[in-house]
């Protein structure tokens, strides 16, 4: 809990004396059965509702308040509060006085099977309804590239072909002992027509004109 919200929940628990403990052990607390609200049959309530009750009408009956930072709360009216405090009390309640309660649900639960033996338990997740799911990334949009947004590229250009124009000269090749006269039995042939068409006619072009295909 925030600062703010721990001071308000003390100042309630320091209200609640030895007379609302002493009253938790009465064997004659009167039992609280739910009724049925716009024709719906309600939960039978466990033992912490009922605890809960008991510590509502403690606080509406003393007026329970409690003032901090010039904010002023009443208890009874607050039942976010309301939870707190009795969650807190509920936890230092002693096993025998938690028992008293736990025997009055269970009575409680007795009388309710008996005026609504149609009930079934079925709660209502309307409202907590969650598609599970896979999680898919949204693609992003490709970027059309045109062909004069390319920049020129002096890598396959004519006058990198230049040097090659003189005449070959057979290559000894002292570690692979490879034999460079299978290269006169290639074939070059025309690129592929899946490249971008800027490249595609580049390099067709180049080896329409470069002397250096000749060679082979």
Same mark, same amino acid.
């Given at each position: 809990?925030?600062?703010?919200?721990?001071?308000?929940?003390?100042?309630?628990?320091? +209200?609640?004396?030895?007379?609302?403990?002493? %009253?938790?052990?009465?064997? &004659? $607390? !009167?039992?609280? /059965?739910?009724?049925?609200?716009?024709?719906?049959?309600?939960?039978?309530?466990?033992?912490?509702?009922?605890?809960?009750?008991?510590?509502?009408?403690?606080?509406?009956?003393?007026?329970?308040?409690?003032?901090?930072?010039?904010?002023?709360?009443?208890?009874?009216?607050? +039942?976010?509060?309301?939870?707190?405090?009795? %969650?807190?009390?509920?936890? &230092? $309640? !002693?096993?025998? /006085?938690?028992?008293?309660?736990?025997?009055?649900?269970?009575?409680?639960?007795?009388?309710?099977?008996?005026?609504?033996?149609?009930?079934?338990?079925?709660?209502?997740?309307?409202?907590?309804?969650?598609?599970?799911?896979?999680?898919?990334?949204?693609?992003?949009?490709?970027?059309?590239?045109?062909?004069?947004?390319?920049?020129?590229?002096?890598?396959?250009?004519?006058?990198?072909?230049?040097?090659?124009?003189?005449?070959?000269?057979?290559?000894?090749?002292?570690?692979?002992?490879?034999?460079?006269?299978?290269?006169?039995?290639?074939?070059?042939?025309?690129?592929?027509?899946?490249?971008?068409?800027?490249?595609?006619?580049?390099?067709?072009?180049?080896?329409?004109?470069?002397?250096?295909?000749?060679?082979?």
């Amino acid at each position: 809990m925030f600062a703010r919200e721990t001071h308000f929940v003390n100042g309630f628990l320091n +209200q609640y004396g030895p007379d609302f403990y002493k %009253s938790l052990k009465d064997t &004659n $607390l !009167p039992l609280r /059965t739910p009724r049925k609200k716009n024709g719906k049959i309600p939960r039978p309530p466990n033992s912490f509702i009922l605890f809960r009750q008991y510590v509502s009408d403690y606080a509406k009956k003393r007026g329970l308040t409690f003032e901090y930072e010039n904010e002023q709360i009443v208890l009874k009216s607050s +039942q976010a509060y309301l939870g707190k405090v009795s %969650s807190c009390l509920w936890v &230092n $309640l !002693p096993i025998d /006085t938690r028992l008293i309660f736990k025997q009055m649900s269970e009575t409680v639960k007795y009388f309710h099977e008996l005026n609504y033996p149609e009930y079934r338990y079925s709660p209502n997740r309307q409202a907590h309804i969650f598609k599970a799911g896979r999680k898919f990334k949204k693609s992003k949009p490709v970027k059309v590239v045109s062909e004069e947004t390319i920049p020129q590229t002096n890598i396959l250009t004519q006058q990198n072909f230049n040097h090659l124009n003189q005449p070959m000269t057979p290559i000894n090749d002292q570690y692979l002992g490879a034999d460079y006269s299978i290269l006169t039995e290639y074939t070059f042939t025309a690129p592929s027509q899946s490249l971008h068409p800027h490249y595609f006619n580049m390099i067709n072009n180049l080896i329409n004109e470069s002397e250096f295909f000749k060679l082979f």
